[in-house]
């Protein structure tokens, strides 16, 4: 069976490495992420990642396959953030996240042979207090440049985040036990 991975995240990649899925391919969806006005973020999220899906599976699943899709954004007092556009929107955002606490969003959808199942993951994030210096030195870096919300929890903006509820992997963007999940409802195990 092959697994196809509707992203071009290097952190899904490598979550999906870690769990030593065999014939792993990465296929990123070609459509633009369109806006869809009145949807929360985790009924966002989870339209997102099926649109993903689908569009990958259309293109190029043969039977048997098994395609995963997933969005992540974070959102905060009912703000949904994406990636920054700029660096300046970058410090914008991590500015908002200081001291405070927000919630990551992830949706992930399998398909396999024309069946389907998706579910939103829901994480809450606390951030201490960050100064406009640790700001500016942390976007000078890169790192938050194409990470919804500006940071990245398993890189350098680990020494921002005081504490999590939820899945840590969400976080990331793919909640691998809501993942699992998933898979099982489909009859597939990656043990």
Do not use: W
């Amino acid at each position: 069976m092959r697994v196809i991975l509707a992203s071009a995240s290097p952190r899904r990649r490598e979550l999906m490495e870690m769990l030593r899925t065999p014939e792993l391919l990465i296929v990123p969806a070609r459509g633009e992420e369109l806006p869809h006005p009145g949807l929360g973020p985790a009924e966002l999220v989870e339209a997102l990642s099926r649109a993903k899906a689908e569009e990958v599976a259309s293109r190029c699943a043969e039977p048997g396959d098994l395609v995963i899709g997933a969005d992540t954004v974070v959102a905060l007092d009912g703000a949904v953030l994406g990636k920054p556009r700029d660096e300046a929107e970058a410090c914008r955002m991590l500015r908002a996240l200081s001291g405070r606490a927000h919630r990551v969003y992830t949706g992930v959808t399998v398909i396999r042979d024309g069946q389907s199942r998706s579910h939103a993951e829901e994480t809450a994030v606390h951030f201490r207090a960050l100064d406009d210096g640790e700001i500016r030195r942390y976007v000078a870096t890169g790192e938050p440049m194409d990470k919804a919300g500006a940071y990245g929890a398993q890189g350098l903006a680990s020494l921002f985040v005081e504490r999590l509820e939820g899945d840590f992997f969400n976080v990331m963007g793919l909640p691998l036990c809501a993942l699992g999940k998933l898979l099982r409802e489909l009859g597939v195990t990656l043990l």
